[in-house]
């Protein structure tokens, strides 16, 4: 096992007149539970499985890209099923009656 001296010894052999001194400290990273019905949870590991990648970084890369389709979206477009469009349709002719 390494000890503590041995990496001290490591670090304190190198030049380090070069190096640069960084000292802004990065952004914590949060965490969100979320509960997936068993299908999706398969599905979702299977895709990661299939792109050789893990289910945690599977999902970071489709809230990006649907934050992002959000965002370049025209303002005031929406996106719904053709089931919400059919009920919202025959609730405003009910309405309008």
Known sequence: MTENSDIRAALEDRDWAGAEV?????RAK?????????EW???LEAEADRRGTTPSRLMQDYIVAGLQH???APEGT??????????AIDAALTNAA
């Open 22 to 26: 960084v000292t802004d400290r990065p």
């Open 30 to 38: 949060i965490v969100h539970s979320v509960r997936l019905p068993a």
């Open 41 to 43: 949870s398969e599905a």
């Open 70 to 72: 959000d965002a370049a």
């Open 78 to 87: 929406v996106t719904i099923s053709r089931a919400a469009l059919h009920r």
